[in-house]
C-alpha cells in the first residue's frame, strides 16, 4: 500500500497547478496568530453570500494584501462561487491569473490570507473582503493552496473531521482516477496498479520510515523549569541535580541568603578599604556599598583608577592603629592594588596616597 501512496504521491507532484476549488475556510472553530478564535458554518456562508450580491463585483485575490494599502495591486485571481461542503467548509472557485497560477504551481506561493470580519454576537465570519497570496498567513494550522491527497487543513480539528475531500482538487489523483487513467477495472488491485504503473517507466523510491524522537510530557517539562526542545538527556540530569540539592539540605532559598551575606560582607570589606585609602568620602558611603554588592569586580576597578578625594591623614576612623603599626587588611587590599607594599606602609604610616 505504501508503494501505492507513492505513485500517487508522485503522479500528482508531475499534475499539479492552481486548483480550480480550494478550501477558503475549514468548517468548524478557527484560530488566529493572536488567538482569536471564529467559527465557520452554512450561515456563515449565507451572510458573505448577501454582501457579496449586493455588492454585485467579484470578489479578488492579491498579492500580500496590496489592495489595502490603496497602492497598485493587479489582481492575482478572481472568486467565480463559493459553496459549503459539510464537514469541510467553505470551497472557493478561483480564476487564476497566469501569473499567480505560475506562483502556486512552482510552490512560491504556498498560502493564503482572506480579509473578513468576525460577527461579536457569537464569533461566526460574517464578511469577506477579500484573499491574498502570502506566505506568511496569520490563520493557525491553515491548509495549503496546494494540498496533498487526502489531506485536510493541517491539525485542523472541526466540530467532525471529514470523511473525503472534495473531488475538485485541481489536478490531484486518488485511487480511483488512478485506475481510471490506467485503463484498468474498477477492482484492480494494488499489484495490478503496480504494474501498469511500471509499463509506463515511473519511478517509485521506497518510502523512508519515519525518525522517532521519545516524547516527554509537557508536565514535566514545566516542573523541571525546562525548554520544549530540551532532551532526555537534560531532563535526567535536572532530576539528579534536584536529588543532589536534597542530599545536602540547601534550599535554593538559603543559597541565595548565603550568597547575600557574602556579597554584603565583600562589599563593606571593600568600601572601608576605599575610604580608609580616601578614594571614598563618608558622604559616598551608602552609593559605594551599594555599587560593590551590585558589581565588585567594577567597584575594585573604580577604586585602582579614581583619584584621592580625602587625604588618608585626614581620615578619622575609630580604632586607628598607631601610625607605624602594620596597615589593616582593608588598607592593605587597597595597597596592594596601587603597587604599596606593607613595609612601605609601616614606614610611611601617615602617608597621603594620590594619583598624578
Same mark, same amino acid.
Given at each position: 500500500?505504501?508503494?501505492?501512496?507513492?505513485?500517487?504521491?508522485?503522479?500528482?507532484?508531475?499534475?499539479?497547478?492552481?486548483?480550480?476549488?480550494?478550501?477558503?475556510? =475549514?468548517?468548524?472553530?478557527?484560530?488566529?496568530?493572536?488567538?482569536?478564535?471564529?467559527? @465557520? $458554518?452554512?450561515?456563515?456562508?449565507?451572510?458573505?453570500?448577501?454582501?457579496?450580491?449586493? *455588492?454585485?463585483?467579484?470578489?479578488?485575490? &492579491?498579492?500580500?494584501?496590496? %489592495?489595502?494599502?490603496?497602492?497598485? %495591486?493587479?489582481?492575482?485571481?478572481?472568486?467565480?462561487?463559493?459553496?459549503?461542503?459539510? $464537514?469541510?467548509?467553505?470551497?472557493?472557485?478561483?480564476?487564476?491569473?497566469?501569473?499567480?497560477?505560475?506562483?502556486?504551481?512552482? *510552490?512560491?506561493?504556498?498560502?493564503? %490570507?482572506?480579509?473578513? /470580519?468576525?460577527?461579536?454576537?457569537?464569533?461566526?465570519?460574517?464578511?469577506?473582503?477579500?484573499?491574498?497570496?502570502?506566505?506568511?498567513?496569520?490563520?493557525?494550522?491553515?491548509?495549503?493552496?496546494?494540498?496533498?491527497?487526502? /489531506?485536510?487543513?493541517?491539525?485542523?480539528?472541526?466540530?467532525?473531521?471529514?470523511?473525503?475531500?472534495?473531488?475538485?482538487?485541481?489536478?490531484?489523483?486518488?485511487?480511483?482516477?488512478?485506475?481510471?487513467?490506467?485503463?484498468?477495472?474498477?477492482?484492480?488491485?494494488?499489484?495490478?496498479?503496480?504494474l501498469a504503473v511500471a509499463k509506463l517507466g515511473i519511478d517509485v523510491p521506497e518510502e523512508k520510515e519515519p525518525e522517532t524522537r521519545e516524547v516527554i510530557?509537557?508536565?514535566?517539562?514545566?516542573?523541571?523549569?525546562?525548554?520544549?526542545?530540551?532532551?532526555?538527556?537534560?531532563?535526567?540530569?535536572?532530576?539528579?541535580?534536584?536529588?543532589?540539592?536534597?542530599?545536602?539540605?540547601?534550599?535554593?532559598?538559603?543559597?541565595?541568603?548565603?550568597?547575600?551575606?557574602?556579597?554584603?560582607? &565583600?562589599?563593606?570589606?571593600?568600601?572601608? =578599604?576605599?575610604?580608609?585609602?580616601?578614594?571614598?568620602?563618608?558622604?559616598?558611603?551608602?552609593?559605594?556599598?551599594?555599587?560593590?554588592?551590585?558589581?565588585?569586580?567594577?567597584?575594585?576597578?573604580?577604586?585602582?583608577?579614581?583619584?584621592?578625594? @580625602?587625604?588618608?591623614?585626614?581620615?578619622?576612623?575609630?580604632?586607628?592603629?598607631?601610625?607605624?603599626?602594620?596597615?589593616?587588611?582593608?588598607?592593605?587590599? @587597597?595597597?596592594?592594588?596601587?603597587?604599596? %607594599?606593607?613595609?612601605?606602609?609601616?614606614?610611611?604610616?601617615?602617608?597621603?596616597?594620590?594619583?598624578?
Amino acid at each position: 500500500m505504501k508503494d501505492l501512496l507513492n505513485i500517487i504521491a508522485k503522479i500528482n507532484r508531475q499534475a499539479e497547478k492552481a486548483p480550480e476549488w480550494m478550501l477558503l475556510f =475549514a468548517a468548524g472553530w478557527g484560530t488566529l496568530a493572536d488567538g482569536t478564535r471564529y467559527l @465557520v $458554518d452554512a450561515s456563515s456562508l449565507d451572510m458573505i453570500k448577501e454582501i457579496i450580491t449586493r *455588492r454585485g463585483n467579484d470578489l479578488h485575490f &492579491d498579492y500580500e494584501h496590496a %489592495s489595502l494599502e490603496k497602492k497598485p %495591486s493587479p489582481a492575482a485571481g478572481w472568486i467565480k462561487e463559493l459553496k459549503w461542503e459539510p $464537514d469541510t467548509g467553505i470551497m472557493a472557485r478561483v480564476e487564476w491569473t497566469d501569473r499567480a497560477a505560475d506562483f502556486i504551481a512552482a *510552490r512560491e506561493y504556498r498560502y493564503f %490570507s482572506p480579509v473578513f /470580519a468576525i460577527r461579536k454576537t457569537d464569533s461566526r465570519v460574517c464578511y469577506l473582503d477579500s484573499v491574498a497570496l502570502t506566505n506568511r498567513p496569520k490563520t493557525t494550522n491553515l491548509q495549503p493552496i496546494l494540498a496533498r491527497l487526502g /489531506a485536510g487543513p493541517e491539525n485542523h480539528q472541526p466540530d467532525k473531521q471529514p470523511d473525503k475531500q472534495p473531488d475538485k482538487q485541481g489536478g490531484l489523483m486518488d485511487r480511483k482516477r488512478l485506475i481510471a487513467a490506467l485503463g484498468l477495472a474498477e477492482d484492480a488491485t494494488d499489484t495490478d496498479i503496480l504494474l501498469a504503473v511500471a509499463k509506463l517507466g515511473i519511478d517509485v523510491p521506497e518510502e523512508k520510515e519515519p525518525e522517532t524522537r521519545e516524547v516527554i510530557p509537557k508536565t514535566v517539562i514545566a516542573a523541571l523549569d525546562l525548554a520544549e526542545t530540551d532532551n532526555e538527556t537534560v531532563v535526567v540530569a535536572s532530576i539528579h541535580a534536584l536529588k543532589q540539592a536534597g542530599q545536602t539540605g540547601v534550599t535554593p532559598e538559603a543559597f541565595a541568603s548565603l550568597q547575600a551575606k557574602i556579597a554584603e560582607r &565583600d562589599a563593606t570589606d571593600a568600601v572601608n =578599604a576605599a575610604m580608609a585609602a580616601g578614594k571614598v568620602a563618608p558622604a559616598q558611603k551608602d552609593w559605594a556599598m551599594q555599587y560593590a554588592k551590585d558589581n565588585l569586580e567594577g567597584f575594585n576597578l573604580y577604586v585602582a583608577k579614581a583619584p584621592v578625594v @580625602v587625604p588618608v591623614d585626614k581620615l578619622k576612623i575609630k580604632n586607628d592603629p598607631p601610625a607605624n603599626a602594620a596597615a589593616d587588611d582593608a588598607v592593605l587590599a @587597597v595597597a596592594k592594588l596601587m603597587d604599596v %607594599s606593607e613595609d612601605d606602609l609601616k614606614k610611611y604610616g601617615g602617608m597621603t596616597l594620590a594619583t598624578g
